[in-house]
């Protein structure tokens, strides 16, 4: 019994409290509008935030509520419809504007009532006041954020110009105008100073010839004579000394004479060499006079410049990515190695490991008396490695791909966004074993660098479930990381092995 009472005093509780709320509401909605009133309207290009009951003030106090809102066919803006209280005249000149009330997007309606009079011509006359149906022609709206967005993003770049302006000019010709008359004031201080050292001591040199003129000229004299008494003397003490050098300088020459003879035949026996050097005759002559073997040096040297330009150029970009199927429990891996001879082109390999295995079906025709022409088909699945082998090019932000994906033939593209730091890509392959062509779609995101990306997308779009008959798979989306790095080592062990694969193959 008890129980009962309580569950009659509680639903009494909640019919009084609707019937009071209902009842304030419509007292409150009485008194905004005064039982009455008059419905103006005006015109705003946007009337977001502004709903049927909005505050409509004036002064800060409230003078009515939106009524109505409508889109005017007429001018494309919205209509919107107050509701005045009676008491309150607006006049010919009223203004309305939409203001915000807080942060969180909230307006209200500010209405100022004009006056009755205004000043034309310098005269005083008298304006009319707003009935019902009339319309507030001055109409004031925010700025939007998006509006101000535009403005900061317009605004940013030229800032960003104006001081990059200012960093050339204040680093660039005001800080080598500044250098150079720094370094202009130091140079001619020295310049100055080293003049008057030099004016100084030419000063100190005159004065000292000047003072020492006759004492130089009396030295000078004396020993040009004793120079010549000397001369005189060494003439007549070496007249005996020629007389007897005669003989040793005789001598010497017969071993000259002797000397000479031998380099004559050296230089006779070197002039018959160098002669059949010159018309061919042996191996040093053939390399000298014979342009083939210098031609086939040239070609040599060029093909090995162009390969090591080629091996320099070339660029080895490694990929080790793993993704995870939700759908199908399970880890996919990739390894790849994108060789890129240039910026625009490459050649992707790649392994892929594919828990789901490798699909194939296989289709046997047969004739039978019963049922007279019968076919089966054998779905197989295999665990086998995929592999991919592809071109691709690239065309500024597009780049195509087409070759072999996974086992199958495909075809490829790739979207990059933000200097490539997202890529969107799409592959269709594997046309054979499926209802429908296995079409994937996944994005790449760079998280660091670009070394690490977040990787995400989904598999066989097309063939949604599974198909009774066919060795198609099904769709599944996966989430996974892809680290890559230029390996320079891996491209000198293919220059190498190469190298080595080929003269293996020479022999």
Known sequence: MRRSLAGLTVGALALVVLVTTYLLFQYTSKKITGGGGYRVHALFHNALGVYERTRVLSAGLRIGQVEERVLDQESGKAKVFIRIMPEIKLYQNAAVAKKAASLLGEYYIEIDPGSPFAMRNNQRVALPELHEGDEIKTVTEPVEMGEIMNSVG????????????????????????????????????????????????????????????????????????????????????????????????????????????????SLHNVDKITGRMAEGEGTVGHLLTDDTVAKNLDNITDDISGITRGVNRLQTIVGLRMEYNYMAHNFKSYVSVQLAPRPDKFYLIELVDDPRGYRSAQSTVGYSSQVGAYSNEEITTSDKLRFSFMFGKRWGPFQGRFGIKESTGGVGGDLFLFNDHLMLSTDIFDTRSNQYPRVTARAYLAIYKKYLYLVGGVDDVLNYTRTQGTAGGFFDWFMGLQLTFNDEDLKTLLLFGGASAAGAAGK
Do not use: F, M, Y
């Not at 017969?254 to 380099?263: G, M, T």
């Open 154 to 265: 317009e605004t940013l770049p030229i800032l960003r110009d104006i001081l990059s302006d200012v960093k050339v000019l204040t680093s660039g010709p005001i800080k080598d105008i500044a250098n150079n008359a720094n370094q202009l004031l130091e140079r001619n201080s020295a310049i100055v100073e080293r003049l008057l050292g030099r004016i100084d001591d030419i000063a100190a040199t005159v004065q000292g010839i000047t003072r020492s003129e006759a004492e130089d000229v009396r030295v000078t004299l004396h020993n040009a004579r004793e120079i010549t008494e000397a001369i005189k003397g060494l003439v007549g003490t070496t007249q005996g000394q020629v007389s007897g050098a005669g003989q040793d300088l005789r001598s010497s020459l017969q071993k000259l004479q002797s000397s000479i003879d031998s380099l004559d035949k």
